[in-house]
């Protein structure tokens, strides 16, 4: 019997040898092993499961030499995460002439809650200003002879014909439009369901979802933050809604719509009536924080400038089952990028070189439920903000291939690009364009927060050469926000431990180079923000 067994341990003895990994690889695996456990639920901001995964990246940055730059000396930021949506099924009035004209619930119009009000209310005339765009490099002023002022404002979901990728989903985004519109005195938005917008989601299939959850963040006054608190989005209305509010106006509807279609100009202008809109929201509040360590910079002049090394911590916790399974582990996303991090730091320790620069490490809170962790960093950084210079961040790397090429969301807008496609160079990587601008990942992942507040910023992705394109294809459709994104999923971890090395490289360079970060002169988002070096 004893030798029967000591024979079998031999024969299995090279296999396990075999599987064993380099300690460069093996380290990336055992952050995603832990992080992507079916005991952690997904990692959910706001709950036990995504603080114990808190507690676990704070140890690992400690072990790496990070040193706490947190809130008070920790190695927390506390972000006070608010849950809010509509209280109930609204009731608006529109009269015109003197007399009401109805306007039904679900069909004409769905009520959009006000995190900071929970009993917004507003009345007044209205007025169409198209998509409700004003771009001063393009020349274009959708609120060009409009007054707007106490008004309220209808605009079109989504953005005209012409515009670049990531442009147009900076101004599709309902929240910039409204800030648009606040700046011109209006004191409510509508977004009216445009042609686009109907053929990817139509207004009747959204109506059964009408109390969603939305998800922000609370501001140090305790308020919860919204980017146009005098002038919030109140309501989606559907295409015989609009057809209402237009009629008994010089404007006609069924014109409007077919200059829209067409890509013609929108004509604008006031509509008939007076609305009165009563927006009834509840709100929850959830406790939840981002991770942040710190290597100190070496030069006594440029430590005081802070790159950012980010990477959102949370999944989206416990959800539908999918054959038989309900934990959404993350492993891809992103527990990776977490990984990636982590090691990236754990490489500055073991060079045992300070870079010239100070660098933050970032694990950041609340990405899933709307980039809520990165927006309130961006907003309460916990080193002096004028010091933040730049921002690379790491969202759901695919590394279940041999990579060949990376894509930089971004790189195009600043120094970083150049920075990355260097560093990736040394590996024998290049660097080609994002190969799906229509799914507007530049809006999408937290480095977008970084470049609201002004601050060059790229997200560095693995790229779709050799089999990249077919392997992030069958991630995204089979894996993604999927409880199979998990640890057996065919992670290729000698790319894994290539991807780390090109960021570890991006980031050096760019600490200890002379020149500071800056946005390429006359970039739209540096302009739009105030950016350093874009005007």
């Given at each position: 019997?004893?030798?029967?067994?000591?024979?079998?341990l031999?024969?299995?003895?090279?296999?396990?040898?075999?599987?064993?990994?380099?300690?460069?690889?093996?380290?990336?695996?055992?952050?995603v092993?832990?992080?992507?456990?079916?005991?952690?639920?997904?990692r959910?901001?706001?709950?036990?499961?995504?603080d114990?995964?808190?507690?676990?990246?704070?140890?690992?940055?400690?072990?790496?030499?990070?040193?706490?730059?947190?809130?008070?000396?920790?190695?927390?930021?506390?972000?006070?995460?608010?849950?809010y949506?509509?209280?109930?099924k609204a009731?608006?009035?529109?009269?015109?002439?003197?007399?009401?004209?109805?306007?039904?619930?679900?069909?004409?119009?769905?009520?959009?809650?006000?995190?900071s009000?929970?009993?917004?209310?507003?009345?007044?005339?209205?007025?169409?200003?198209?998509?409700?765009?004003?771009?001063?490099?393009s020349?274009?002023?959708?609120?060009q002879?409009?007054?707007?002022?106490?008004?309220?404002?209808?605009?079109?979901?989504?953005?005209?014909?012409?515009?670049?990728?990531?442009?147009?989903?900076?101004?599709?985004?309902?929240?910039?439009?409204?800030?648009?519109?606040?700046?011109?005195?209006?004191?409510?938005?509508?977004?009216?369901?445009?042609?686009?917008?109907?053929?990817?989601?139509?207004?009747?299939?959204?109506?059964?979802?009408?109390?969603?959850?939305?998800?922000?963040?609370?501001?140090?006054?305790g308020?919860?933050?919204?980017?146009?608190?005098?002038?919030?989005?109140?309501?989606?209305?559907?295409?015989a809604?609009?057809?209402?509010?237009?009629?008994?106006?010089?404007?006609?509807?069924?014109?409007?719509?077919?200059?829209?279609?067409?890509?013609?100009?929108?004509?604008?202008?006031?509509?008939?009536?007076?609305?009165?809109?009563?927006n009834?929201?509840?709100?929850?509040?959830?406790?939840?924080?981002?991770?942040?360590?710190?290597i100190?910079?070496?030069?006594?002049?440029?430590?005081?400038?802070?790159?950012?090394?980010?990477?959102?911590?949370?999944?989206?916790?416990?959800?539908?089952?999918?054959?038989?399974?309900?934990?959404?582990?993350?492993?891809?996303?992103?527990?990776?990028?977490?990984?990636?991090?982590?090691?990236?730091?754990?490489?500055?320790?073991?060079?045992?070189?300070?870079?010239?620069?100070?660098?933050?490490?970032?694990?950041?809170?609340?990405?899933e439920?709307?980039?809520?962790g990165?927006s309130?960093?961006?907003?309460?950084?916990?080193?002096?903000?004028?010091?933040?210079?730049?921002?690379?961040?790491?969202?759901?790397?695919?590394?279940?291939?041999?990579?060949?090429?990376?894509?930089?969301?971004?790189?195009?807008?600043?120094?970083?690009?150049?920075?990355?496609?260097?560093?990736?160079?040394?590996?024998?990587?290049?660097?080609?364009?994002?190969?799906?601008?229509?799914?507007?990942?530049?809006?999408?992942?937290?480095?977008?927060?970084?470049?609201?507040?002004g601050?060059?910023?790229?997200?560095?992705?693995?790229?779709?050469?050799?089999?990249?394109?077919a392997?992030?294809?069958l991630?995204?459709?089979?894996?993604?926000?999927?409880?199979?994104?998990?640890?057996?999923?065919?992670?290729?971890?000698?790319?894994?431990?290539?991807?780390?090395?090109v960021?570890?490289?991006?980031?050096?360079?760019?600490?200890?180079?002379?020149?500071?970060?800056?946005?390429?002169?006359?970039?739209?988002?540096?302009?739009?923000f105030?950016?350093?070096?874009?005007?």
């Amino acid at each position: 019997m004893a030798a029967g067994l000591a024979a079998a341990l031999l024969v299995l003895l090279p296999s396990a040898r075999a599987q064993q990994l380099p300690p460069e690889q093996a380290a990336l695996k055992a952050h995603v092993q832990f992080l992507a456990a079916d005991s952690l639920h997904g990692r959910e901001a706001g709950t036990r499961d995504y603080d114990i995964a808190a507690d676990y990246v704070a140890a690992q940055m400690l072990g790496a030499g990070l040193k706490p730059a947190g809130s008070d000396g920790s190695w927390f930021q506390p972000v006070r995460l608010v849950g809010y949506r509509p209280t109930d099924k609204a009731k608006w009035s529109l009269t015109r002439a003197g007399k009401p004209v109805p306007l039904a619930y679900g069909t004409d119009f769905l009520n959009e809650p006000v995190p900071s009000a929970a009993d917004f209310a507003a009345q007044g005339a209205m007025v169409f200003a198209g998509y409700g765009i004003v771009d001063a490099a393009s020349g274009r002023d959708d609120y060009q002879g409009l007054d707007v002022r106490g008004k309220i404002v209808a605009i079109f979901a989504g953005v005209p014909k012409g515009l670049s990728t990531d442009i147009a989903a900076h101004f599709g985004n309902d929240d910039q439009k409204a800030r648009l519109a606040q700046a011109r005195g209006a004191k409510a938005v509508l977004i009216l369901e445009s042609a686009t917008r109907r053929a990817d989601y139509a207004f009747e299939g959204l109506a059964p979802y009408w109390d969603y959850e939305r998800f922000g963040w609370v501001g140090a006054d305790g308020k919860p933050n919204m980017i146009a608190p005098g002038a919030p989005v109140v309501g989606y209305v559907s295409r015989a809604g609009a057809e209402k509010l237009f009629a008994g106006s010089r404007l006609n509807w069924r014109a409007v719509m077919a200059a829209e279609e067409s890509g013609a100009t929108l004509p604008t202008g006031p509509l008939a009536g007076t609305l009165r809109v009563a927006n009834p929201t509840r709100t929850r509040m959830l406790e939840s924080r981002n991770v942040v360590g710190v290597i100190e910079g070496s030069d006594p002049v440029l430590k005081h400038q802070y790159l950012v090394l980010s990477a959102h911590l949370d999944h989206v916790g416990v959800g539908q089952a999918v054959n038989g399974d309900k934990i959404y582990n993350g492993a891809m996303d992103n527990a990776a990028g977490i990984a990636t991090i982590l090691e990236v730091a754990r490489r500055f320790q073991a060079d045992g070189v300070k870079p010239r620069r100070s660098i933050l490490f970032v694990a950041l809170t609340a990405e899933e439920k709307g980039l809520v962790g990165s927006s309130y960093f961006a907003a309460y950084p916990t080193v002096p903000r004028q010091g933040l210079v730049a921002d690379l961040n790491l969202d759901m790397p695919i590394l279940t291939y041999p990579l060949q090429d990376l894509v930089v969301l971004g790189g195009e807008r600043s120094t970083l690009g150049p920075a990355v496609a260097a560093a990736a160079a040394g590996e024998g990587l290049k660097v080609v364009p994002d190969p799906a601008p229509e799914e507007m990942f530049f809006v999408r992942s937290d480095h977008y927060s970084f470049v609201q507040a002004g601050i060059p910023s790229v997200s560095v992705d693995t790229g779709p050469g050799g089999q990249g394109a077919a392997q992030q294809r069958l991630f995204l459709d089979n894996d993604y926000h999927q409880p199979s994104d998990q640890l057996d999923l065919p992670f290729d971890w000698a790319s894994a431990a290539k991807f780390m090395r090109v960021n570890y490289a991006a980031a050096r360079a760019i600490a200890d180079a002379d020149e500071r970060p800056r946005w390429n002169k006359g970039d739209f988002f540096g302009t739009l923000f105030g950016g350093h070096g874009a005007d």
